[in-house]
Structure formats: structure tokens, C-alpha cells
């Protein structure tokens, strides 16, 4: 036991000193308000533009996540800009879930990433170099929100119904407002957008992992990362046309990486080390 405490306290005192340090950086958001600060400068900049936006508030719930928990980040973010994302005709589920996703991002995201600091301490690994590796592997997980805004469909929601709604609330016909309302939250997703945006969600992660990772069925190049990553921009995107290119770029890229480094064809793994055979007579098998 007494073993076991000490071997304890070792590995926490790398464990403790980062912590020490996201204390300091707590502080500097909790007492100089740049969260909040920042939220402005955001609403104000852009306010008329959807993706700027987004990539602003995600931004700012990630550097509010550092200093707070995430439900107080989330309670935070919802009020200061969830009315922002709503007048750019966000349905207000996926608005919601975007703006709670980010404030835990920060978990994994340096130099804030407390998961990623305990981890490197239970593993005895170097604490930076861990949370860097863990907001890597996370950078997939970054566009799921994104995703959320974008395809209404991987919520079960019919987007076309909510923005007819956002339409008529916007003109001010409450009436048909209400009505539109109670049919959007009773409604789902058509089978072929459904299909559609989760078809393209999970190829297009697969892409993106496989560009970030550098590997896919092989080790990859950074011709074939850089075919890999422009197939999931063109996947993820919300356009019919790009997601079929995007879909043959994956292929494309699939198939290069399977050939790469064998250019006499494919080798089976029987033939793998295998010396060929004769019989008896000397003739080979």
C-alpha cells in the first residue's frame, strides 16, 4: 500500500503542476471578462455571416471552457449568443447542441486539456506532447457540430419545415408562425435527406481522419492526404454535386493508398514469406 501511495504521488506531481498552470489561466479569463468581450466583438463583426460565425462562437466557447465548467460555459454562451445564431436562421436544437459541444472541446484542446493531462500522467507520458496528440485525434470530432448547423437531417429534423418557420417568424406572421412551429417539432427528417447527410457524414469523417492520421490502408502521402482532405471538405459540405465529387475523390484516393508501394500488384498474405515448392521430381508446385 505504502508502495502504491508513493508511486501515487510521483505521477500526480506532473499532473499537478499543469494544473497549476490552467489555474493561472482560469484566473486571467475569469478577471479580465475576455469571454464575454470577445462574445461582443464576435456579434458585432459577423453578425450577417453563418460560417464566421460559427467559427467564432466556437472559438470563444472553447476559451470560455478553460475557465469555467462546461454547463456554466454552455449557460454563458446560450445567452450571449444563442439569440445570433438564431437571427442567421439556425434551428435552435442544433444551436444549442453546437455551443455545449465546444464548451467541452476545451477538455482536449491545449493549453487547457485537463482529460489529456490526466491521461498523460496515468501513462506516464509527456504532458504536453499528449494534449497536442489528443487535439489531433479530436480534429475529426470538430466538424460534428458543424455538421449539426449545416444538415438538420442527423438530428431528425426536417430543415425545410424549420426554415419556413424562421421565415414566417422573421415577417412577423405569428400565426403561421405558430403553426409552422408545432408542425417543425413534429416532423422528421425525409428518408433521402437522412440518408443523404448520414452517408456523407460517416465518409467524410473516415476521409478527414484518414488525411489528418496520414493512413489509411497504407501510409499515406501528402498527395493522397491532400486528396483524403479535399474529399471531406467537398463531403461535408451541403451541396449535392460536391458530395458526389467528393464521394469519387475518396474512392480515387482510397485506391491509390491500396496500391501505393506494391507496384507488382497486390501480394496475398499466404504468398507473404512463402518460398515456392517442389515434389519430388524437382518440378515446382
Known amino acids: 500500500m505504502l508502495t502504491a501511495m508513493g508511486r501515487a504521488a510521483k505521477n500526480g506531481v506532473s499532473l499537478v503542476a499543469a494544473s497549476a498552470c490552467v489555474g493561472i489561466i482560469i484566473g486571467v479569463v475569469q478577471q479580465t471578462g475576455i469571454a464575454t468581450d470577445f462574445s461582443a466583438v464576435i456579434k458585432g463583426v459577423v453578425a450577417t455571416n453563418l460560417l464566421l460565425a460559427l467559427i467564432g462562437i466556437m472559438v470563444c466557447s472553447i476559451i470560455l471552457g478553460m475557465g469555467v465548467p462546461s454547463v456554466v460555459c454552455y449557460l ?51 504532458i504536453m506532447q499528449t494534449g497536442l496528440a489528443a487535439f489531433r485525434f479530436s480534429l475529426v470530432g470538430f466538424t460534428l457540430p458543424f455538421m449539426f448547423v449545416y444538415r438538420p437531417a442527423l438530428l431528425l429534423m426536417d430543415g425545410a419545415k424549420w426554415k419556413a418557420w424562421d421565415v414566417a417568424n422573421r415577417s412577423g406572421q405569428l400565426a403561421e408562425a405558430t403553426e409552422l412551429l408545432k408542425e417543425a417539432q413534429a416532423a422528421y ?97
Open 76 to 126: 454563458l454562451m446560450a445567452t450571449l449568443m444563442g439569440s445570433l445564431l438564431g437571427e442567421l436562421g439556425v434551428i435552435p436544437l442544433a444551436a444549442h447542441l453546437f455551443i455545449f459541444y465546444f464548451g467541452m472541446m476545451s477538455m482536449v484542446t491545449p493549453p487547457v486539456a485537463l482529460a489529456a493531462y490526466a491521461s498523460a500522467s496515468i501513462a506516464k507520458a509527456k
Open 189 to 285: 427528417a425525409p428518408w433521402d435527406q437522412l440518408i443523404l447527410a448520414v452517408s456523407t457524414a460517416i465518409v467524410g469523417v473516415v476521409a478527414l481522419a484518414a488525411g489528418i492520421a496520414g493512413f489509411c490502408r497504407k501510409e499515406a502521402n501528402w498527395l493522397q492526404r491532400a486528396m483524403f482532405l479535399a474529399s471531406a471538405g467537398m463531403l461535408l459540405y451541403p451541396d449535392m454535386l460536391l458530395n458526389i465529387g467528393g464521394g469519387g475523390l475518396f474512392v480515387v484516393a482510397v485506391m491509390v493508398n491500396s496500391k501505393a508501394g506494391s507496384p507488382g500488384g497486390s501480394t496475398s498474405p499466404d504468398q507473404v514469406g512463402s518460398e515456392p515448392r517442389s515434389d519430388a521430381t524437382g518440378e515446382t508446385l
